[in-house]
Every structure is written in structure tokens, then in C-alpha cells.
């Protein structure tokens, strides 16, 4: 069973910055594929970045391109979301999902086994 804690949400202006966290557990983080989703109210919950379990193949929502950047270290079990140029339409509860026995990066929602509990982002105008 993998455990996930999503961390770094908060309140920003637009044009802010903030990085946010996620901590799994597991002895075998280092073969997970990761991704950091949101939901905004009223919305799906949609896709804004994935990485494979090396970091050599990296997917992002066209919205966020240029902006975000997601990266991983396996040594501490931890996957970062960078969110740079921040809008208020990035507002939204990000979450963290895992995708155990996979070296492939995953960009639907059904296809993770793990997810945090989430962490909001409020970007204002």
C-alpha cells in the first residue's frame, strides 16, 4: 500500500510562485510513475503533469507548458510540482497519484492506484 501526502499549497497572487510537495511511502518509489492532477469547482479533474520512474519522459497539460515544471527524487520519495507565472485559472485542489509496477508515464485519472489527499492553490487576481 503506498501513502501520499501532498504539501506547498496556499494562497499566491497571480504572477506568484510556489512549489508544492508530495511524500510517498513505499520501498519501491523509484518505479512509480507520478503526476500531479487538479479539480477546480465545477470542473473534472484533469491531468497537469506526469513523470515516469526515471524522469526521462515528462508529460504536461497544454495550459501549464512553459510554466510548470514537475520532477522527482527517488532518494527521498518525493515528487515536486514547480508552479512559476502562477493565474488565477491554475486555481484548483492539486493532487498527488502514484501508479505502482509501471515505468511508463500515465495521464488518466483511472489509471493510478494511489492519490493524496490533496492541497489547494488559490491564485489571486
Known amino acids: 500500500q503506498v501513502q501520499l501526502v501532498e504539501s506547498g499549497g496556499g494562497l499566491v497572487q497571480a504572477g506568484g510562485s510556489l512549489r508544492l510537495s508530495c511524500a510517498a511511502s513505499?520501498?519501491?518509489?523509484?518505479?512509480?510513475?507520478m503526476a500531479w492532477f487538479r479539480q477546480a469547482p465545477g470542473k473534472e479533474r484533469d491531468i497537469v503533469a506526469a513523470?515516469?520512474?526515471?524522469?526521462?519522459?515528462?508529460y504536461y497539460a497544454d495550459s501549464v507548458k512553459g510554466r510548470f515544471t514537475i520532477s522527482r527524487d527517488n532518494a527521498k520519495n518525493t515528487v515536486y510540482l514547480q508552479m512559476n507565472s502562477l493565474k488565477p485559472e491554475d486555481t484548483a485542489v492539486y493532487y498527488c497519484?502514484?501508479?505502482?509496477?509501471?515505468?511508463?508515464?500515465?495521464?488518466?485519472?483511472?489509471?493510478?492506484?494511489?492519490w493524496g489527499q490533496g492541497t489547494q492553490v488559490t491564485v489571486s487576481s
Open positions: 513505499g520501498r519501491t518509489f523509484s518505479s512509480y510513475a
Open positions: 513523470i515516469n520512474w526515471s524522469g526521462s519522459s515528462i
Open positions: 497519484a502514484a501508479r505502482t509496477l509501471t515505468r511508463v508515464v500515465h495521464t488518466i485519472s483511472s489509471e493510478y492506484n494511489y
